[in-house]
């Protein structure tokens, strides 16, 4: 058939549907936008005409495949410039509410960028709230729960329909996002859903009581097991944080994690027997507080883990009434006599020594400092003693801090105690002191000490720490740190773990302490370089609790002193410990994730397997030849670039998936309402691997070919599976295949925009206020871009780069229809990031931060190192 013509488009809308139908299929989008652009202008009534073609196009929007109907609505939309006089406002009001209807009655397309542009086109948001809600509640009648969801937001709606009676049904169709995107920006119905889930987690709640009261909800085995107590508590103080929520409204969900919090004191202090009785009574009262039910349940656990002595005291503590007692304990609290009628130390009771007892100086590290060298910060003039003394150039700074454990109830905790060891002194800065904290002159030294170039700083596991010290401050969320001369001694450790020194004369000797040390993290290398572990009894002391016991600070100093001593050993025979002479060009990239150790140490003994690991059979392509999971790939298999490689997760391996595609494989996952089945066809129509795990794996088996399904062990980590994955295909890893893809769509194409030109898109759409930041960004794109704006050779080698010209400068939408997704870039990032990718499929926006490094060393015994991508590579997009 002759290619189509845009003269050969009539006037008669099924005319044009079909002509456009036609082109579609052949995937000619060129003419079809030149047919598209004819044919509307040879319409007699355009705007009803258009709802004509739509009402007949073939298809649903599903997942982000974009159908005709979105591609001529675009078009339509381009149109609609070029020809302004054509509007629903230059139509007779009978007829433009006809229209309108119409087009409401096409929203049941969910693909958010249909629901734009039809309102734009019919003006949908100047529709009577009335006649909109009626329809969304037509839309809610034939169970589109998802559907007169997607509406109500798009055409801010929230505000007049019932907040349960919408998000219910999401949610019993594991739809929480949606629900939570629905009360999103407003207050009260954000509490409303808040309180909803809480009243869920009340012990007297069954599912049964809302399937009654919706039954028309399809509502899976999956959905409901999501409706655990446990699992509800978790969303509720997700989105107390998330929504800034008064945990007051959630007693429900607050009572239940307390009351696994109480379980897991109980087990470390009478169980376990690692918690000292003093941290244990702290932790208690912090957890039980004012609560009746769980100074009961204390009560009774006290009589089953302990005795009815401490079950006694504890009862009098918090006048527990004679009928909420355990059988016998009233009766043991008769006998008490006075002075142990109350909880705590006694007056007898020998006051803390700063010097330890001789067998504890035996057994753990010892700070080698006395008394009168650690000082406490808590005012501004101690600190202005500590500054100068601390911030001396050249100068190396051990740097530990300590917060409050909470075990769950609050998601991010505030340092307590920021503890800073020189040479022969200790800081212990005091963020618990009133009004210290918030005093300007301590969030400036804080500052000014990670900043200095010429002051080594020491820490361990430092992302936890920076973490808290983030969320104790609020400047640091809006200008964050500036970090200079920082030495991460974990990544130091980890380089340590893998190599073996020699500790005799008669050959080599690994320095682990063995596997079955329970000694760990910092604790370990302090054994491992100084001979002696540190104690941690006071790990989780209860740190915002004043004044400190001696026990506690002498933890606290010799956590930051134990810092410069293995420094100082390291830094003095590196060698010995398989390290480079300078220790400072250890960075993050060399360290090694936890699980990929373990998983060495399991093939070391010849444990590891796979669950229903079978040889793939050799497909047509030598490149795509698999192998069994957990072998090392042969030499004589050539190794297949993660591009090659084309999977399909099903929808229990999406953390799998996310992790593969965000090494630079092609890959579908299944939506969590997907059929199983979904996996075989998308197999068998575009000849990619099936990954699955569980009962599914037999049944897909039998619809593919032979080693075209592949069963993953669902109790391992996502990451670990992944390199199951990569090794079963012996695929090739470089650090140019890491954010090769598109990690929201899977898309491998985006569009390098220019600091400038992004400013100029986020004013345009009203994202960025003020003419100083735009005059500031400007002046540094002067200053500071030079040849970036049109880079020769792209960081991401492996991706495709598509020319910012495909981008319509009017809607900011690339020619598949996607928006540019401004409103995740905050106005803030132009003056440090100077340039932006955006996924030219779903218009995600993307920019250089520090997860390519993370990524990076999550996988590091999987890459493959090759001259075009040192390890050491730049970071790469993050959003």
Known sequence: MDRMTPEAVGLDPDVLRDQLFELWNRKDLQTLHLAAHRGFSKLSEPLEALLTILEGCPGKQKGRSHTLGHHILVEFLTWMKEHPQVTVSSLLEQQALALQQRALNLTTDTQPTFIDNLTIIYQLDSVDPAILRSNIMKLHALHWYKEAAVLSVKLKLQKELNMEEMCVPLILQNKLPLAESFVAGHNHLEQQLVTLLDSWCHPGFTEEEILKRYPHVSVSKQCLSQMQPKLLAKHVFRLVEKFNIDQGLCPNALHKRRLDTLRFLMYKRFVEKSMTDENWSDHVQYVVADDFELQIQLVEMLVRYCSFHKASQWSLRYNVPRDRLPCGVWETQQSLPPDLQKIGPSASAKPEEWRPSRSHCKTFYQVPLTKDKVHFVDSPEALRRCRNIVLKEGGIVGVDMEWQPTFGCISTQKVALIQLAVLDQVFLVDLCASGFCQHPDTIIFIRSLFAHRNILKLGYGMSGDLKCLRATWQQLLEEPLKMEAMLDLLNVHQKIQRRKVDRTQNGPKEVLVGKNSAEKGLSLLVQQVLGRPLDKTEQMSHWEKRPLRISQIRYAVAD?????????????????????????????????????????????????????????????????????????????????????????????????????????????????????????????????????????????????????????????????????????????????????????????????????????????????????????????????????????????????????????????TFPGGAPIQLHAVPPALLLRIPLFYICTRCGKVFWEGSHFDRVLAMFQDVLHITDKDPESAAAAPQN
């Not at 050539?638 to 999977?647: A, E, K």
Request: charged content about 25%.
């Open 560 to 812: 930051a002193c134990c810092l410069l001593d293995v420094y100082s050993a390291l830094s003095s025979n590196p060698a010995y410990f398989g390290l480079p002479a300078d220790l400072r060009g250890i960075s993050s990239s060399q360290s090694e994730d936890s699980g990929g150790k373990k998983q060495k140490e399991k093939r070391a003994h010849g444990t590891e397997e796979c669950q229903g690991a079978q040889r793939v059979s050799p497909p047509s392509s030598n490149t795509e030849k698999g192998l069994l999971c957990g072998e090392k790939p042969s030499e004589d298999t050539p190794p297949l670039p993660p591009q090659q490689l084309r999977v399909v997760c099903d929808n229990m391996l999406q953390g799998l998936g996310r992790y593969l595609r965000c090494l630079g494989v092609d890959v579908i996952m299944l939506e969590n309402t997907d059929d199983h089945r979904v996996a075989a066809k998308l197999a068998q129509a575009e000849g990619r691997f099936i990954l699955t795990c569980g009962q599914p794996f037999q049944s897909l088996r039998s619809q593919v070919g032979e080693g075209r399904c592949l069963s993953i062990d669902c109790s391992e980590r996502a990451r670990d599976q992944a390199v199951r994955v990569l090794r079963h295909f012996n695929v090739q890893l470089t650090p140019s295949d890491i954010f090769s893809r598109c990690q929201a769509c899977n898309s491998d194409q985006y569009a390098a925009v220019p600091r400038k030109d992004m400013a100029r898109m986020l004013k345009q759409k009203g994202f960025l206020q003020g003419q100083d930041i735009i005059d500031h960004t400007q002046q540094q794109e002067e200053e500071t871009l030079g040849d970036i704006l049109t880079p020769e050779i792209p960081r991401y080698v492996q991706c495709q780069w598509a020319p910012l010209s495909e981008l319509d400068p009017d809607t900011l």
